[in-house]
């Protein structure tokens, strides 16, 4: 098949897709280009969203002009090279305080033989990559980060962890995601964090948009026990900043 694909989605909308899987030049181009859709603010679109690699577009398909707005689509995607478009501006870098291992997150061992190297490493490798924010789903306010090093292209786990924290950092197929509340997994719990994605009685309920990155720095486990205790923010002691 050949990319990029336009499809309809029952009567609600159509569907840009980028690639058939995950890919860091698919995730920039969904972001890229629905951020020209937004900017380019056609009346028929009622909103946007976005998955990894692939850009929805809320449209009534009974009452609109679908032909048109699928030409207008057509067109936008032949304006530019999406796949090496420049991101969004307004991203930010978030530097969130993390504990590995420990009792607070009790798999990194584990993932770290997975990735085939020793825990330290591991420590190295997932504190110091920074990570985009791909997408948000499965619950709310939940990111997806990518993408790790080729060594943690690790599968999920066969069983399901029945629940780990919210603010677990937890890996598997070079991505990394922080739950935003108690939560079932088969991702590996490496580290913890205190921070809050999901905050729903502020203003914005997400503090993350698709595009943002994020670096995870190594803390003590009495540090973080210290920002749990004194954060009323959300933020579990993260630092942030508008990036070029």
């Known amino acids: 098949m050949s990319y990029p ?7 609600s909308g159509l569907l ?10 698919a995730n920039r181009a969904a972001l890229a280009f629905r951020a020209a859709v937004v900017a380019a603010d056609w009346p028929e679109v009622r909103e946007t969203s976005m998955s990894l690699v692939s ?42 305080p993390t504990v590995y291992g420990t009792d607070l997150a009790p798999q990194l061992e ?4 997975l990735a085939g190297v020793d825990p330290d490493t591991a420590i190295q490798q997932l504190s110091t990559t920074r ?18 090093g080729e060594n943690w292209n ?29 939560t079932p997994t088969g991702w590996r719990h490496v580290g913890q964090t205190a921070f809050e994605n999901f905050r729903q009685t502020a203003d914005q309920p ?3 948009t698709p595009g943002d990155e ?13 920002i749990m205790k004194s954060d009323t923010s959300g933020n579990g002691g993260a630092e942030r900043e508008t990036l070029p």
Do not use: C
Not at 16 to 25: G, R, Y
Not at 218 to 226: P, T
């Open 5 to 11: 694909q336009i499809k309809t989605v029952g009567l």
């Open 16 to 25: 840009v897709t980028f690639a058939e899987k995950m890919s860091s030049p």
């Open 55 to 96: 850009v929805y577009v809320v449209a009534d398909l009974v009452s609109e002009d679908i032909p048109k707005l699928i030409t207008k689509l057509e067109n936008l995607l032949s304006q530019t090279d999406w796949y090496a478009a420049p991101l969004p501006e307004g991203r930010r870098l978030w530097h969130v």
């Open 110 to 113: 584990e993932a770290a033989e």
């Open 131 to 148: 990570m985009r924010v791909l997408t948000i789903g499965f619950a709310p306010g939940q990111p997806y980060m990518g993408e790790l």
């Open 154 to 182: 690790i599968p999920r786990q066969q069983d399901l962890t029945k629940s780990v924290p919210a603010g677990a950092l937890v890996a598997a197929i070079r991505q990394l995601v922080v739950f935003t509340a108690p």
């Open 206 to 208: 997400f503090a993350l």
């Open 214 to 226: 994020l670096l995870f720095p190594q803390v003590s486990r009495q540090a973080l026990m210290d």
